[in-house]
């Protein structure tokens, strides 16, 4: 009788203990990470159910559009019919769902891409209005993306590895008829992209990346798949070419590049001349995006002025900039023009919004508001302003990033948390935090986004700076915030904690061995902990690419290099707390990078946490898998962060 009456107490002990932690999903597996108290989740929940917008293709006939937006666990396609309407979603899928593209002849059906559980080969698929239903349209397991329609509306050019797995050869197809599919032209290096078609269909034009600084456009003929070179590739000093938009007449196009010096401007390019003319030569900043309307007459465009969008018109005809709406500072991206040629659709985020989407009517200047995403019901209006803020590194150059400050109710010096971009070749703009406002408003963490050489937006010769053998020179420029963190009477520079994703996750890592005594804990999500094994085990279509960025490891001096700098070289250096984080399907920092930095750092005795997703690729975007990332993250920072 006492055996199953003590035996009864311990089930109920055990229930009511596994009902005071959080379960994580089914897709998780654990290491060293501890039960998370559900008591976390109170006065948190809401910070995980901000929604956001993005916008994804006007109907061509109608004043319409595609959007896409999450209501459950994964982003999906809805259909918004006017301003403020209601979101009704067409797109039903366990996995995120990408682009989004009317036929731009009539509207009847659209394409958008897919892949699964984030491995990032993406598939093509057709949607049709009037049934709903849904057609593969792709292999099934290339790497497929890139996707323009034509002009007419009856083809649509996309990218495909489906011949050797890494090269990203050009394929034609009508969607309504799968069986019309071709190939175009077949090409020897994974750096392509289709950019856009002729109004006549008869050209396309195309981009060929090697690297962030050195990018190439290119001229191909829609009926025999001869490609002719636009852009010199024998200049002295190599130039960036962004994605092009075909004047009516054919004989020439608009793009950005900087060739012409230290950033991308937005140029017009005469296609018999092989010239340029720059039109935003006034702007010292990078033209980050455009769009042309249906007529030629409009560009619309956006320049990346230290960090903040600022919205720009351009009248082709008379050749001259014309006055723009203000929008609030933030970031401004989507650019689409309606087929009537007046109304200008764009996506705007800013610290106290998410991303929605607005309409500007380029002949009466009326700004329209199609989505308002939810909040949660928390007041964003009083989330914090970024500051921008700058500091000199180990060779004098100056560093700039972005300064988050708690409420004014958190007094003292407060703990900071420094957020690395990825990349490498990324940079931090001041947006909607999304969840990490709770760090701010809750948990009185002050929180730094630094921008390293080797960012963009500051001219291509900072963004080169980190190359190669200055790999570690990106390092020292946290080195030097860390000392500038000191000098400051509202953060406390004994609580640091560096975290960062991706390319950022490495950084994390070299932080927390160069300057471990200077720190309280890390966090490493996706991160690169080996060079070599990075180089020699990431997706084949990304190798080349990274190698341009990175250094060679087929070349026995950078080999060395790289060798000596990895994290897992220098693991015994890591003293203090970390966390890691990593997508078990990631194709371009594999599950291996996470797993041997564990193992290296167990050895050293300090806790280590990690969190693998068996249904995540790089970074976890499915919103049950982020949300115990972000619980787990707030419990590592009280123990390790603000915990004594």
């Given amino acids: 009788m006492r055996s ?27 290491d ?88 990032e080969f993406a598939q093509l698929y057709r949607y049709d209005m009037a049934s709903g239903d849904i057609t593969l349209l792709t292999d099934g397991k290339s790497r497929n993306g890139s996707a323009v329609w034509s002009s007419k509306g009856d083809r649509i050019a996309y990218t495909s590895t489906r011949r050797d797995g890494k090269d990203s050869d050009i394929y034609v197809m009508d969607p309504r008829d799968p069986k019309s599919d071709k190939l175009l032209i077949q090409l020897e290096t994974p750096g392509w ?67 012409d010096g230290e950033f991308r401007q937005l140029v017009q390019f005469d296609i018999a001349s092989g010239k340029h003319k720059v039109l935003s030569g006034g702007i010292p900043w990078d033209v980050e995006s455009f769009d042309l309307s249906d007529d030629g007459k409009w560009l619309a465009f956006v320049a990346n002025e230290d960090g903040i969008s600022t919205l720009h ?35 705007l985020v800013s610290a106290r919004a998410t991303s929605d989407i607005y309409s500007v009517d380029v002949s009466t200047g009326k700004v329209e508001r199609w989505t308002e995403s939810e909040t949660a019901g928390i007041r964003t209006d009083r989330f914090s302003e970024p500051q921008l803020i ?29 957020l690395i971009h990825g990349g490498p070749e990324g940079q931090y703009r001041p947006g909607f935090l999304g969840r990490a ?13 630094p921008n390293v050489r080797g960012s963009t937006g500051y001219g291509k010769t900072f963004l080169q700076l980190d190359d190669g053998f200055r790999r570690e020179d990106s390092v020292k420029d946290i080195g030097a915030l860390l000392d500038w963190i000191k000098t400051r009477p509202d953060l406390d520079a004994d609580r640091v904690m560096v975290s960062g994703g991706s390319y950022g996750g490495y950084m994390s890592l070299a932080v927390s061995e160069h300057y471990a005594e200077r720190i309280r804990c890390s966090l490493d999500s996706v991160g690169i902990s080996n060079f070599i094994t990075f180089l020699e085990k990431t997706e084949a279509y990304l190798r080349d690419l990274r190698r341009v960025e990175y250094g060679d490891e087929r070349e026995p001096k950078m080999r060395e290099f790289l060798q000596k700098i990895s994290p897992t070289t220098n693991a015994a250096r890591i003293t203090k707390p970390l966390m890691v984080v990593q997508g078990a399907n990631d194709p371009r920092v594999p599950a291996e990078e996470a797993q041997q930095i564990v193992e290296a750092v167990k050895k050293n005795g300090v806790p280590v946490w990690f969190l693998l997703a068996k249904d995540e690729g790089h970074g976890l975007s499915k919103k049950k898998d982020a949300d115990f990332q972000f619980y787990a993250t707030i419990a590592f920072m009280q123990e390790y962060l603000l915990g004594k």
């Avoid at 009456?5 to 089914?26: C, F, H, R």
């Avoid at 972005?402 to 407060?414: I, V």
């Avoid at 406002?437 to 986004?449: H, T």
């Fill in 437 to 449: 406002n709770y760090y701010l408003n809750e948990l009185g963490i002050a929180l730094v986004f």
């Fill in 4 to 30: 199953w009456l003590l035996t009864g107490i311990l089930l109920v002990a055990a229930a009511v203990a596994s009902a005071q932690t959080i379960a994580p999903p089914e897709s998780f597996v654990l």
């Fill in 313 to 347: 018109l351009w009248d082709t005809a008379a050749g001259k900039e014309m006055p723009a709406p203000k929008l609030p500072a933030g970031q401004v991206s989507s650019l689409s023009w309606h087929k009537n040629n007046r109304d200008l659709a764009l996506a």
């Fill in 32 to 119: 060293g990470v501890p039960k998370i108290p559900a008591a976390i989740t109170e006065g948190v929940g809401r910070y995980t159910d901000f929604r956001a917008a993005a916008f994804a293709s006007w109907h061509p006939q109608r004043r319409e559009m595609l959007i896409r937006t999450r209501f459950a666990d994964t982003s999906q396609i809805h259909e918004v019919k006017f301003p403020g309407g209601a979101r009704q979603q067409l797109t039903f899928f366990p996995d995120n769902v990408g682009g989004g593209s009317f036929c731009p002849a009539d509207g009847s059906i659209f394409i958008f891409s897919k892949d699964s559980d984030g491995n």
């Fill in 390 to 418: 700058r500091w000199k590194s180990f060779d004098d150059r100056t560093i700039s990033g972005f300064l988050y400050r708690p409420p004014a109710k958190f007094t003292g010096k407060r703990p900071v948390l420094m």
């Fill in 193 to 259: 992209w289709v950019s856009s078609w002729s109004h006549d269909d008869a050209s396309l034009l195309i981009g060929e990346t090697v690297s962030a600084n050195e990018s190439y456009l290119w001229l191909v003929d829609t009926a025999t798949g001869k490609k002719t070179a636009l852009t010199p590739r024998d200049a002295a000093q190599k130039s960036a070419w962004g994605g092009g938009a075909f004047a009516p007449d054919g004989k020439n196009f608009y793009t950005t590049t900087d060739a």
